[in-house]
């Protein structure tokens, strides 16, 4: 069948004329093209079944008994439900008064009689595919809402779609015109959208506005507007589209709102803090202000998370927030001053910001200090229990502590660090001391970049033994850096200047590669060690993928894991549980040890423990002295071993100096011992032959404890 190539099947066309050969052909012509064809022989009857039908085209002939054709399409078109129904007039005059007659009614087309049936099947078609074409533009405009019109130069509107009115919140009228169209529009935006239009239809300039509508509900709106003028000056009209955004600019300033503040306490965020400072440094620098900024951050507030969990710690962020709000706003009102210039933000976890944006001198900066502790320190009542915390604050001050936003913040920090080391609670102004300690510190980031490349850094090793057959068991790897401007810097300050300045990352990958070269020599002698333990700093293992680029360079240099033991100093276990706890299990399940590095020293959690269930304890050196002094230390390092040991992890002893510690430690059950006592920490070739003499080790030690 040929109508199937038309792809119209299920469509409805009605036929309305009152001769029956006409309705014959039409019908005959139609179906051949996949049509379902209805008759009429009256425009009557056949307005009577067009409710119930919606057909998708109408054929119409004007000459019929009772109402005409043209009555009947008028009518059609009167009532705005069947605006998209093509109708396609067929009629016996080809004056053009007819036809001009049947296009005023609204027809969308026309055939004169006799009718040649081949050709009008196309014309159908066409028909029908324009009108879906509109259809799914209105649809499309409906859901976009997007509404369309046409303005003349007599300031009229021609050809406003529904949308249009709906969107303007206008009612539909007959003769809508510019001015009527402007009744919602809140007065601030008025004269833009007139003068808009008006520009566009007098100068032809086209437009594109946004402009702010009141809705009936009190509510707010807001406008897309584009106007496009057409035609010469003396015949111009512009064609003009309006679209309701109001949900996009919902959107949009919720996002603008979230990518500025944080969300637990809506606050700005480190980003707008940093924008604020910005513009108050740009401000100060022209009038030659001063100004001064806070950092401060809570004094052990990780302890409150870990111990009565995050949601109390997010509630004690927030009272805090509150507090500090208070104070600013006092302080501010005081002066006179509008105390929306000062900004109070959060850059995350505890950690928070000031800007002052005026003080007259730092004495200012101290009150407000003062005031903050003095608030802060207050209890906190919670549910069922109070809380105390204690900040601590750093204080640099415009132009003398800094002239960038970046240096402002970061000497603030480095206060805030000396008032914490001076015991919390404090705040401290950035001072002489401080510059110069930052200055060296710079200075020695670079040293340290350039160590690196050139290779002069080098590892020592020291080995751990087992105090029960004297064996090493582990090699402990130990960085060292001897520069000829420093002298010997300490691995600590190396490690911390690291740290900060990030090249612990490139510092960490050398180490252990380095280490597991020199391990790899020491696994050919008769009796090597079994494990090699390699120092990683927390700022390392916190990076993202950090056990997949351990094995992939274990990979690489071919290393067993299981002969490598991460040791990860105790500080961690007061991060977040929950990503340690995948870490570890990450690096155990290829097969690594884990080792938590000076025990005692920070704030131990037993629960901790026994969710990241390391295999390794070592008690910090700081305990083995007293072992021959205190006898609590010997209960403690008991205790400790005992727990340990409940638990399935090993224990290590540190800086066991003397044959009393040693004997102490390894009759308590201490698995490993390290220390001076048995080998200091020494060169890889020093330590290689150590290993080789390891038995003579076995009967030094068995000596000894004899002894
Ligand atoms: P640590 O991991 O606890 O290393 C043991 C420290 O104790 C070493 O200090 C070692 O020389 C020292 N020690 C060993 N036996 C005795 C003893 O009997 N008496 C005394 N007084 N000290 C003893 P060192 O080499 O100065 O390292 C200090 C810290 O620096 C290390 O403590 C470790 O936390 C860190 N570190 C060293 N190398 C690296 C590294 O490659 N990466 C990282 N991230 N940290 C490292
Ligand atoms: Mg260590
Ligand atoms: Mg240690």
């Not at 003009?240 to 996002?255: L, M, P, Y």
């Not at 960490?508 to 070269?517: D, I, K, N, Q, S």
């Not at 276990?573 to 000076?598: H, K, P, W």
Request: glycine share 8%; with cysteine; net charge negative.
């Amino acid at each position: 069948m040929s109508g199937m190539s038309f792809g119209v099947t299920g469509l409805v066309a009605l036929v309305i004329d009152d001769d029956a050969n006409v309705r014959l052909f039409a019908r005959a012509a139609l179906e051949t093209i996949g049509f379902e064809v209805v008759e009429a022989d009256t425009g009557k009857s056949g307005l009577e079944v067009l409710v119930e039908l919606r057909p998708d085209v109408i054929l119409l002939d004007v000459m019929m008994p009772g109402i005409s054709g043209y009555d009947v399409c008028a009518e059609l078109r009167a009532s705005h439900e069947f605006d998209n129904i093509p109708i396609i007039m067929m009629t016996g005059l080809d004056d053009l008064e007819s036809i001009t007659r049947a296009y005023d009614a609204g027809a969308t087309d026309f055939l004169t009689k006799p009718v040649n049936w081949e050709l009008t099947k196309h014309r159908v078609r066409y028909a029908i595919r324009s009108s879906i074409a509109f259809r799914s533009l209105a649809d499309a405009q409906r859901t976009a809402r997007i509404g369309s019109w046409e303005s003349t130069t007599d300031q009229d509107m021609l050809n406003c779609s529904e949308q249009t009115y709906r969107i303007l919140g206008v009612p539909r009228s007959e003769q809508p015109s510019l001015h009527g169209m402007l009744a919602n529009v809140k007065e601030p935006d008025r004269d833009l959208v007139e003068n808009a239009r008006q520009a566009a239809l007098e100068d032809g300039t086209p437009y594109e506005i946004e402009y702010a509508i009141g809705n009936l509900d009190g509510s707010e709106g807001f406008i897309h507007e584009c106007g496009k003028p057409i035609g010469t000056k003396t015949g111009r009209r512009v064609v003009g589209t309006v679209q309701d955004i109001t949900q996009r600019r919902g959107f949009e300033k919720r996002i603008t709102f979230m990518a500025y503040h944080d969300s637990l306490t809506g606050l700005p965020n480190r980003l707008l803090f940093k924008e604020r400072l910005a513009q108050r440094l740009s401000a100060a620098k022209r009038h030659d202000r001063r100004f001064a900024v806070m950092s401060f951050d809570l004094d052990g507030f990780k302890r409150v998370n870990d111990t009565f969990g995050h949601a109390v710690g997010d509630r004690l962020l927030q009272a805090v927030a509150d507090r500090v709000r208070n104070c600013l706003r006092t302080e501010a009102d005081l002066t006179g001053e509008n105390h929306d210039t000062n900004t109070l933000s959060r850059s995350g976890g505890d950690e928070f910001a000031i800007l002052l944006s005026e003080i007259s001198a730092p004495e200012d900066a101290a009150h407000v200090a003062e005031q903050i502790l003095d608030s802060l320190k207050q209890p906190y009542s919670f549910d069922r229990f109070m809380l105390r915390i204690t900040p601590s604050i750093g204080i640099t001050v415009y132009p003398s502590d800094g002239t960038t936003v970046e240096t402002l913040l970061k000497n603030a920090d480095l206060a805030l660090y000396a008032a914490k080391r001076q015991g919390s609670d404090n705040y401290r102004f950035f001072d002489n001391e401080l510059r110069a300690r930052a200055r060296s510190r710079m200075a020695l980031e670079g040293e340290l970049e350039r160590a690196l490349e050139r290779g002069d850094l080098h590892l020592d090793y020291q080995p751990i033994f087992d105090p029960v057959d004297g064996r090493i068991s582990t090699v402990e790897a130990l960085i060292r850096w001897q520069t000829e401007a420093l002298g010997q810097v300490s691995p600590e300050e190396l490690i911390s200047t690291a740290e900060q300045s990030g090249l612990i990352l490139p510092i960490g990958e050398w180490v252990l590669r380095t280490a597991c070269a020199q391990f790899s020599e020491w696994l050919q002698l008769p009796h090597p060690p079994a494990r090699l333990a390699v120092n990683v700093s927390a700022v390392q293992m916190h990076q993202q993928g950090f056990v997949q680029r351990v094995t992939a360079i274990l990979d690489e240099i071919e290393f067993a894991p299981d002969k490598l033991e991460i040791e990860l100093t105790e500080s961690i276990l007061m991060d977040d549980v929950d990503a340690n706890e995948r870490t570890f299990e990450q690096m155990r399940a290829f097969g690594m040890s884990v080792a938590i590095d000076d025990f005692g020293t920070g704030y131990s959690s037993l629960s901790y423990l026994r969710r990241i269930r390391p295999d390794v304890l070592k008690i910090d050196r700081s305990f083995v002295p007293d072992i021959e002094k205190d006898p609590e230390s010997r209960t403690i390092i008991r205790a400790i071993i005992a727990m340990a040991h409940g638990l399935g992890v090993r224990v290590t002893a540190e800086g066991v100096e003397s044959a009393v510690q040693f004997d102490f430690l390894r009759s308590s059950g201490c698995d490993a011992i390290q220390g001076f006592l048995l080998a200091r920490p020494g060169a890889g070739a020093d330590i290689g032959a150590l290993i080789e003499s390891t038995p003579r080790a076995i009967r030094m030690l068995t000596g000894r404890s004899a002894a």
